[in-house]
């Protein structure tokens, strides 16, 4: 069974780019990796989701190497309000088994 | 944000008592899901539904069960809970599997 693992904290500053990795050794042919975001006392958020290669949207980038047991979530220019925990996300969605292993996720602390 | 709301959003009850907690949304999304989270281990799938009466287990699922009878409501009940199952519970749902989840606000649930 996949197993997601990424760092338990970072610490950061205003204006840097954060890079969190996830490991996923076993993930499966057919499982995609998504990234959420959660404030205390809140659901968490969907970042950013991808099967491999490059994908970037708004607020993020998403790089999976070709053999994509890794992927690492790329936060530009990082402001206070990034500080917040990051949530690695393996999943297969082949037909009505839901397969959804999450990271134990990362907590960002962003600092003036 | 996706229209999901959870009630009740807090709640404190005694050990052997039956818990029923409640997921509502607006939005005709076909999957619902039931985490719970718990410091240091993360977000943890209870059970999850792929359709009105069709429902499947989770990695967690002792001592849960589920019911779906219209789309837009998926109801967790612990039968006679216990002092493990103090939690905060999340309800998620998806257009399709493997799509971006939307989470509802959770709720905490104490039991005493």
Known sequence: LAKTTQPISMDSYEGQEVNIT?????IATNDYITWYQQFPSQGPRFIIQGYKTKVTNDVASLFIPADRK?????LPRVSLSDTAVYYCLVGSNAGNNRKLIWGLGTSLAVNP | DAGITQSPRHKVTETGTPVTLRCHQTENHRYMYWYRQDPGHGLRL?????????TDKGEVSDGYSVSRSKTEDFLLTLESATSSQTSVYFCATTTGGGNEQYFGPGTRLTVT
Request: glycine share 6%; aromatic share 10%.
């Open chain 1, 22 to 26: 996830c490991s996923h050794n076993n």
């Open chain 2, 46 to 54: 209870i059970h999850y539904s792929y359709g009105v009466k069709d």
């Open chain 1, 70 to 74: 890794s992927s690492t979530l790329s």
